[in-house]
């Protein structure tokens, strides 16, 4: 989805900065919410591509419902997708370029947005999990080149397995004589699932330790067999995404394709069976990663909604005045904005959190993608009612917006889970 905000890996140096000047003035203590001149570069230039070639052709690729390709091409022609791209946003060390690219991409539109930045939920895995050669060999693999461009997935979740990550029945055997992983399962809801080459599939080694027995496989449908595409999901909202079912059937991969290696994924779990601590659940560690920049798509959708039902209220005469004129709309759009606002404090902290190695200990990443999602929801909805009866047509993009929006309460950890983690941060207790 998303370029994701990566929590850096210790084991892994970060990208060195590209420029002099992508390095703000960060002193220990000085404390600043200016903009340097390269994250304002980079918005507008992202602003730029997001008006001229997303905004105008969201509508008919929700229509078509199909993964807008000829764009995502033209974004990897500008170096917008692509392994270089990531790596220039990811190198700001305050953290907040990435949610800024995706707030300004997914302020275009959501479903392009989502087929453009859906790679990086894999990429946030290998990065986080990989060794230095894993990220070295698979992360240039997942966006392809602009010539050859490629999409990725993370295959997390399963028909029964959704908030319960834990459930995963996935089975990743190792084959010893053949030395390779066999793995069996069914995942559901991926996005880019089975129009990908590098499928990043989390699969139990050990079904009796939960989430602890989880590990990443990264599985490439050019050099696997067993790897199928199963039903494509006809959705309400974000329909140029690709969002399906992958099926695993006797799928092999070599020893090495697991993330982090295989030395490390057997000392880890000897270490759970022992009853010892493991910090790392594969695909937790992904989505916490990832949320504070899902936290900033939801804010795109929720800026562009605000700025229409602006412009329209400014415009439409009822009663012989302006709509806006009324108290009751200029309140709503009052709080539209400062709901807004107030969500992008929280993504920025959160991203700045997870950029420089701060733990969530009170859950940061989830508030800021709870908050953001619901304001997304609900500023969109607002919009319509702003719109009256051109709301609720197609002719006017703030029903898509508001179709759009609803996908932030529910993937990546839907409201409630994000309120379970918070609630169980503050209060040190397993709330259920
Ligand atoms: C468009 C789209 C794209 C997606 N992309 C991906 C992807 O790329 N990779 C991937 O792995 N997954 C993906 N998903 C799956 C997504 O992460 C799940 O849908 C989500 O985690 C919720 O799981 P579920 O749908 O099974 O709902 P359930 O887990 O069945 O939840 C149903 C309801 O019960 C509530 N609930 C469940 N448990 C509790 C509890 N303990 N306390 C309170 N309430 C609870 C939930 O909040 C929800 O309201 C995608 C989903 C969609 C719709």
Not at 185 to 201: C, E, F, L, M, Y
Not at 208 to 230: C, D, K, N, T, Y
Not at 305 to 310: D, F, G, N, V
Not at 415 to 429: D, F, K, P, T
Request: glycine share 10%.
């Amino acid at each position: 989805m998303s370029t994701s905000t990566l929590t850096p890996d210790p084991d892994v140096p970060a990208p060195e900065p590209i420029t002099e000047e992508a390095v703000p003035a960060v002193e220990e203590g000085v404390f600043s919410l200016e903009l340097t001149q390269d994250q304002k570069d980079i918005r507008d230039w992202v602003h730029g591509f997001a008006a001229d070639v997303v905004r105008p052709a969201a509508h008919e690729w929700d229509e078509k419902e199909q993964t807008p390709w000829p764009i995502i091409e033209e974004a990897a022609k500008i170096g917008l997708y692509g392994f270089e791209g990531l790596a220039q946003f990811f190198a700001d060390p305050t953290g907040l370029t990435l949610p800024i690219v995706n707030e300004e991409l997914f302020w275009g539109d959501a479903g392009i947005g989502m087929s453009i930045m859906g790679t990086g939920l894999a990429v946030a895995s290998i990065f986080g999990q990989g060794t230095p050669e894993q990220i070295g060999e698979w992360i240039p693999r997942c966006f392809g080149t602009p010539d050859e461009v490629k999409v990725a997935a993370f295959c997390s979740s399963e028909p029964n397995a959704g908030s319960d990550v834990s459930a995963v029945r996935t089975r990743a055997r190792f084959d010893e004589a053949a030395g390779e992983w066999v793995i069996n399962g069914q995942k559901a809801w991926a996005t880019n699932g089975g129009i990908s080459d590098v499928h990043v599939v989390i699969a139990t080694v050990d079904p009796e330790l939960g989430s602890r027995g989880h590990a990443a496989f990264v599985v490439p449908m050019s050099e696997a067999q067993g790897i199928s595409q199963g039903t494509k999901v006809s959705k309400h909202g974000l329909r140029a995404s690709h969002t399906a079912d992958v099926f695993l059937d006797d799928c092999r991969v070599p020893a090495a394709y697991v993330l982090g290696g295989k030395e490390r994924l057997d000392e880890r779990i000897a270490r759970v069976r022992e009853g010892k601590r493991s910090s790392s659940q594969a695909a937790m560690q992904t989505f916490e990663a990832s949320r504070p920049t899902v936290g900033a798509q939801a804010l795109g959708i929720a800026r562009a909604a605000y700025e229409y039902a602006l412009e329209y209220a400014k415009e439409r005469e009822q009663f012989g005045r302006k709509i806006i004129e009324n108290q009751a709309i200029a309140f709503t759009l009052a709080r539209m904005k400062l709901e807004i606002e107030a969500a992008r404090l929280l993504v920025w902290r959160a991203s700045w959190m997870g950029r420089n190695g701060h733990r969530f200990e009170n859950a940061e990443g989830s508030m800021s993608k709870l908050k953001a999602g619901e304001v997304a929801v609900w500023v969109s909805e607002r919009a319509i009612q702003i719109l009256g009866g051109n709301g609720y047509t197609r002719e006017y993009p703030v029903e898509r917006w508001h179709r759009d929006a609803k996908i932030y309460d529910i993937f990546e950890g839907t409201a409630e889970i994000q309120q379970l983690v918070i609630a169980r941060a503050i209060s040190g207790l397993q709330i259920r």
